[in-house]
C-alpha cells in the first residue's frame, strides 16, 4: 500500500502520538526556527521519526498547497475497522453516529471529523459517489481526526440508514422544514444523525429513510449554517444528553 502525505503541526503531531512508527520521514521548512517549530521537532526525535530539512518549493509540491505551516510527513497507511459492522460490534454502550448527505468540499469534511472526534462520535459515514475522500487537506483541517474517526464511504446510503436501524438505531435528519426544533427530541440511546449540503439539504431518498427530522433554530437573517457547525450543534446535544 503506497504511503501517505499529512502536513500541518496538528495532524502529524496525532500521528506522532498515536503511530510513530507508521511515519516514514517528516520534512520540515529548514527556515523556521520559531518555538512552536522546535518544540515540535523535539517532539518528533523523542518519538524516533526521521526528519529531513526542506524548503517551501518542496514542501507544497509534497502535499499541493502552500498552507502546510512547515511540516510535511510520509506515513503508512493505518489499518482500518474491515467494515462499519465491525465498527459497531465493538462499540460499548449506544452508538453515536454522523452521517453525512453530498458533502464534497475537504475544508467541511475535516471540520466535520474534528467535531465528531471531539463529540465522541463512533464514525462518520458517507455515500462514495455524493462525497469526498480523506485526502491531505481533510486531514488537515480535521488536525488528527481523520486519523481516529472512521469514515465509511457506501454505495448505497438509504440501504445503509435501513441496515441501521434493523440495529435499533434511530436515524434523524435535519431539514429547515421540519416542524420540530433539535432541542425538543430526545437525543439518547442509539443514534444516527443526518445532516446535508448546506442550501440543498439530504437527498430525497435520504430524507424518507430518517426516522424523524429536525431543524435547527434560526433566529438572525441567514437561512442555514455551515454543516460543520450545524454538525458540531447537533453532536454537542446529544452528548450533552447522554451525560445528564
Same mark, same amino acid.
Given at each position: 500500500?503506497?504511503?501517505?502525505? &499529512?502536513?500541518?503541526?496538528?495532524?502529524? !503531531?496525532?500521528? &506522532? #502520538?498515536?503511530?510513530?512508527?507508521?511515519?516514514?520521514?517528516?520534512?520540515v521548512?529548514?527556515?523556521?526556527?520559531?518555538?512552536?517549530?522546535?518544540?515540535?521537532?523535539?517532539?518528533?526525535?523523542?518519538?524516533? $521519526? %526521521?526528519?529531513?530539512? /526542506? *524548503?517551501?518549493?518542496?514542501?507544497?509540491?509534497?502535499?499541493?498547497?502552500?498552507?502546510?505551516?512547515?511540516?510535511?510527513?510520509?506515513?503508512? @497507511? &493505518?489499518? =482500518?475497522?474491515?467494515?462499519?459492522?465491525? !465498527?459497531?460490534?465493538?462499540?460499548?454502550?449506544? @452508538?453515536?453516529?454522523?452521517v453525512?448527505?453530498?458533502? =464534497?468540499?475537504p475544508?467541511?469534511?475535516?471540520?466535520?471529523?474534528?467535531?465528531?472526534?471531539? $463529540?465522541?462520535?463512533?464514525?462518520?459515514?458517507? @455515500? +462514495?459517489?455524493h462525497a469526498?475522500?480523506?485526502?491531505?487537506?481533510? $486531514? +488537515?483541517?480535521?488536525?488528527?481526526a481523520?486519523e481516529?474517526?472512521?469514515?465509511?464511504?457506501?454505495?448505497? &446510503?438509504?440501504? !445503509?440508514?435501513?441496515e441501521? #436501524?434493523?440495529?435499533?438505531?434511530?436515524?434523524?435528519?435535519?431539514?429547515?422544514?421540519?416542524? %420540530?426544533?433539535?432541542?425538543?427530541?430526545?437525543? =439518547?440511546? @442509539?443514534?444516527?444523525?443526518?445532516?446535508?449540503?448546506?442550501?440543498?439539504?439530504?437527498?430525497q431518498?435520504?430524507?424518507? !429513510?430518517? *426516522?424523524e427530522?429536525?431543524?435547527?433554530?434560526? %433566529?438572525?437573517?441567514?437561512?442555514?449554517?455551515?454543516? /460543520?457547525?450545524? /454538525?458540531?450543534?447537533?453532536?454537542?446535544? $446529544?452528548?450533552?444528553?447522554?451525560?445528564?
Amino acid at each position: 500500500m503506497a504511503n501517505k502525505i &499529512l502536513f500541518g503541526f496538528h495532524a502529524v !503531531t496525532v500521528r &506522532l #502520538k498515536t503511530a510513530p512508527r507508521s511515519i516514514v520521514e517528516i520534512h520540515v521548512d529548514a527556515s523556521r526556527r520559531d518555538q512552536r517549530m522546535r518544540q515540535f521537532a523535539e517532539r518528533a526525535r523523542e518519538a524516533g $521519526a %526521521k526528519l529531513v530539512d /526542506s *524548503d517551501d518549493e518542496r514542501l507544497s509540491k509534497m502535499c499541493g498547497t502552500h498552507r502546510h505551516q512547515g511540516v510535511v510527513a510520509r506515513v503508512e @497507511p &493505518l489499518a =482500518t475497522s474491515h467494515s462499519l459492522d465491525d !465498527t459497531l460490534d465493538a462499540v460499548e454502550g449506544d @452508538p453515536l453516529l454522523l452521517v453525512l448527505d453530498g458533502i =464534497t468540499d475537504p475544508h467541511n469534511l475535516g471540520a466535520c471529523l474534528r467535531v465528531a472526534d471531539g $463529540a465522541g462520535a463512533h464514525a462518520v459515514i458517507a @455515500p +462514495k459517489d455524493h462525497a469526498v475522500g480523506i485526502n491531505a487537506t481533510v $486531514a +488537515k483541517v480535521a488536525s488528527g481526526a481523520a486519523e481516529t474517526v472512521p469514515y465509511f464511504m457506501v454505495t448505497n &446510503l438509504a440501504r !445503509t440508514l435501513n441496515e441501521l #436501524k434493523e440495529r435499533q438505531i434511530r436515524i434523524v435528519g435535519t431539514s429547515d422544514d421540519a416542524q %420540530k426544533s433539535l432541542y425538543e427530541l430526545d437525543l =439518547t440511546g @442509539p443514534l444516527a444523525l443526518v445532516l446535508g449540503a448546506e442550501g440543498s439539504g439530504m437527498r430525497q431518498l435520504t430524507g424518507r !429513510t430518517c *426516522d424523524e427530522r429536525v431543524r435547527l433554530p434560526m %433566529k438572525g437573517a441567514v437561512e442555514s449554517l455551515n454543516v /460543520s457547525v450545524a /454538525s458540531g450543534i447537533c453532536l454537542y446535544e $446529544a452528548m450533552r444528553q447522554r451525560e445528564r
